[in-house]
């Protein structure tokens, strides 16, 4: 059973009232649930983490390492434009992770369109809705099963 950390930024647990109309109608609770749920199919287990606080984020991240998991499904929300220091953390720590983001960034405001997590992350998913949850848990799922590229 490998463990998967799956970690959520600002203003994400304001899903499902937040922008519907560009984050959706469903709420993180749900999200996490279902990728938990699936993780749990999958022979998994996932911890789910969400604040709007950027050292909590760098201080998760830097615990992941403490905890022995072996996958990061993360969703940075602003933070993707933002945090050198987020970036720095997943550095350090060297836990492969996906980059997860409901919306398609680069079909929104330009200043969405630059991440500083794209270009170390195993993969990126970008504009699924809430089903991206899912896909990136599997895509977790494969990474760590065949060894490779998620």
């Known amino acids: 059973m490998s463990s998967l950390l799956l970690i959520n930024g600002p203003n994400l647990n304001l899903l499902g009232s937040r922008e519907p109309d560009v984050y959706g109608a469903t709420r993180l609770p749900e999200i996490e649930a279902r990728a938990g749920e699936l993780a749990s199919e999958l022979g998994h287990q996932l911890v789910s983490f969400q604040s ?19 996958f990061i499904i993360l969703n940075p929300g602003a933070f993707t434009h933002t945090s050198i220091a987020l970036r720095d953390a997943l550095l350090a720590v060297a836990i492969p992770f996906i980059e997860l983001h409901l919306s398609n960034t ?15 992350a195993t993969s990126c998913l970008f504009g699924f809705g809430h089903f991206g949850y899912e896909l990136a848990v599997r895509a977790a799922n494969n990474y760590l099963a065949r060894g490779e590229g998620a």
């Not at 709007?52 to 072996?70: F, S, T």
């Not at 680069?106 to 997590?117: G, I, L, N, P, Q």
């Open 52 to 70: 709007n606080a950027e050292h909590e984020l760098i201080d998760r991240v830097q615990q992941a390492a403490g905890d022995g998991v072996d």
């Open 106 to 120: 680069f079909a929104r405001e330009a200043f969405r369109h630059k991440s500083y997590f794209s270009d170390i």
